[in-house]
């Protein structure tokens, strides 16, 4: 017996947010990713995709870990513990060491996992029981590690259905403790990979998760890798298709790689002018919170605006931003400016904002609402109705929450906005018939009508105070050019509907999260007004690249 070999023709594993593949990538829930296995797995000999999944494992293995001799692969009960069965016995015949420690009973695992046992078994590889003498002989085993060996977490997948407590826990607790490094295989053991989130630990507990140096995730990426609590216990996230059809089943996400940026930021045209992209009004900057006006509009300008105005709610700090002077001071714009621009609201607008609100609610072309104009909604009824029948009468408008603003939007805590991050920024955009950008890692943008789209960019060099403004005028500048340019080319309303604003937003999240990995790539903190002046600098290099 020979095992199925390396299929050399076959792709190799793609890491998901490094490559340069900038296209939109399908991501399924664990149902729906169930739910393609089964089709696929209907119209194929038994056995073949988890087949295919313990090829693209080894593979990996191997590619990561090339002098890693030592392979220990820890398996649970179901059929990710399949998964690296079959990468073991592969594993094997490469000539690594490789030993499978599993939690799992012979007449309780689903068929494939038990025929990937059993090829293992037969290719000689050893497996140790989990009892209380293997966990005992495992924790002494990962105790003696260093980062040469190669440790992979095959306990569970997609099947998770409750916290992992226990044994389970226990085994987790043990892999983090371990200087050695971590493959995971399809999700990091105990993530949630509908929501990015844990599932509720038990009473008094803390949530058992996997971090991994790296994750295999395998036929589809679920959605919550890529938002939420998934990329910090991800690791590299690296995928497999298993060469099936991601659009045989309904996606529940999207991960936006740049796409939408590609076809917001086209090239300017030489007899373009700087009313060819639209004015921007900045209203925000109440007493002591100038700043954050200021940010948002230098990163509107970095990003193409036409012009650039700040109305501050401060009058006492009505002076010029010295080191911009392309920005202007303005007074309160009036309704027929308002309803010729893209207005961005809220920044450090403390609670003075709420006074504006009712007459940008009710003119401005384009609506961007940041910080306290959100919690000014929150707050108040009159100017929700205000904001519901701006969405009624098509007039678009961007929400920007954190976790917490959002939470005061619905009226719950941020913990249960993190908890299910697609839902609540679903419910806001719903609610309101406006485009949310629910800000964190992995922000999550949704739309009416609309799957969710999580943004790939970025790192925790943005998790700066400042960063917020600078993406709200980010966005604002965008949103600016973007729809101009379309009236230019289109001369119709369409040019200012919801799908323009989106389009802009998914683009404005990719560049204010590409500039931070370009100035920050380990994530060190970035002060807010290096990445609003960098915000150009990534526009003219993508441009450059384009040319080139
Ligand atoms: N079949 C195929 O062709 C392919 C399959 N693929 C792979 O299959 C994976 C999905 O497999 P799966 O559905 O068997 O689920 P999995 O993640 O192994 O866990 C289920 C087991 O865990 C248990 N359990 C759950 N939560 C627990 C907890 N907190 N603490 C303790 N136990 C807990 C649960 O126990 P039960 O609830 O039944 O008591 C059950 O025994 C997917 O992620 C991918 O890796 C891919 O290779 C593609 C091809
Ligand atoms: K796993």
């Known amino acids: 017996m020979t095992p199925h070999p390396f299929d050399a023709a076959s792709a190799p594993p793609r890491s998901v947010l490094t490559g340069r593949d900038r296209s939109n990538l399908l991501l399924h829930d664990a149902r729906h990713g169930s739910e393609l296995e089964r089709l696929h797995a209907l119209a194929l000999p038994p056995h073949t995709l988890m087949q295919r999944a313990g090829q693209a494992l080894a593979r990996l293995a191997i590619a990561l870990a090339p002098h890693s001799r030592r392979i220990e692969i820890v398996a649970g009960p179901g059929n990710n513990g399949g998964d690296g069965f079959e990468a073991a016995a592969l594993l094997q015949q490469a000539g690594k060491t490789v030993r499978v420690w599993w939690l799992g009973q012979p007449d309780r695992q689903p068929a494939d996992a038990g025929a990937a046992r059993l090829r293992a078994l037969a290719f000689g590889v050893p497996v140790v029981p989990i009892d209380d003498t293997g966990q005992t002989l495992l924790q002494d085993t990962l105790s003696r590690c260093d980062h040469g060996t190669l440790v992979i977490d095959a306990l569970l997948g997609r099947g ?109 045209r030489h007899a373009q002018h700087k009313g060819s992209f639209g004015d921007v009004w900045v209203i925000g900057g109440a007493a002591s919170m100038a700043g954050a006006a200021w940010l948002a509009a230098r990163a509107a300008l970095q990003c193409g605006a036409g012009r650039v105005y700040v109305d501050l709610l401060d009058a006492r700090s009505r002076h010029a931003d010295t080191l911009h002077p392309e ?10 400016r308002l309803g010729a621009s893209t207005v961005v609201a809220g920044c450090g607008g403390g609670t003075d904002i709420a006074a504006r609100l009712p007459s940008l609610l009710a003119h401005a072309a384009r609506l961007v609402l940041d910080a306290d104009a959100l919690n000014a909604i929150a707050a108040d009824p009159a100017l929700d109705r205000a904001l519901r029948a701006r969405g009624t009468s098509g007039r678009p408008t961007v929400m920007t929450p954190h976790p917490l603003e959002a939470a005061r939007l619905l009226g719950c805590s941020a913990a249960d906005v993190q908890r299910n991050r697609f839902e609540a920024a679903q419910t806001l955009a719903d609610r309101w018939q406006v485009v949310v950008v629910l800000k964190g890692s992995g922000s999550v943008i949704a739309a009416p009508g609309e799957l969710p789209s999580i943004n790939g960019s970025g790192n925790a060099a943005l998790a700066t105070p400042g960063s917020g403004d600078v993406l709200a005028g980010c966005l604002g500048g965008l949103w600016s050019r973007h729809a101009s340019t379309r009236r230019d080319a289109a001369s119709g309303p369409h040019a200012d509907s919801l799908q323009t604003a989106r389009q802009a937003t998914l683009a404005a999240c990719h560049l204010h999260g590409a500039t931070a990995q370009a100035l920050s790539p380990q994530a060190e903190a970035l002060p807010a007004a290096r990445v609003a002046e960098a915000l150009g600098d990534e526009l003219r290099r993508i441009a450059a690249a384009r040319r080139a």
């Open 160 to 268: 998770l259905n409750r916290a992992a407590d226990g044994r389970i826990a226990e085994l987790i607790a043990t892999i983090n403790a371990s200087a050695a490094a971590v493959l995971a295989v399809d999700l990091p053991s105990g993530l949630n990979g509908d929501t990015g989130s844990w599932p509720p630990a038990p009473a008094g507990g803390a949530a058992a998760v996997i971090d991994a140096d790296w994750t295999l995730a395998l036929l589809s990426p679920a959605p919550g890798l890529f938002t939420g609590s998934g990329r910090d216990h991800a690791g590299e996230i690296w995928w497999h298709d298993l060469a099936v059809d991601l659009q045989a089943v309904p996606a529940q996400a999207v991960l936006e790689r740049g796409a939408a940026f590609d076809a917001v930021a086209v090239p300017r």
């Open 327 to 336: 920005l202007m001071p303005g007074a309160t714009p009036d309704a027929a």
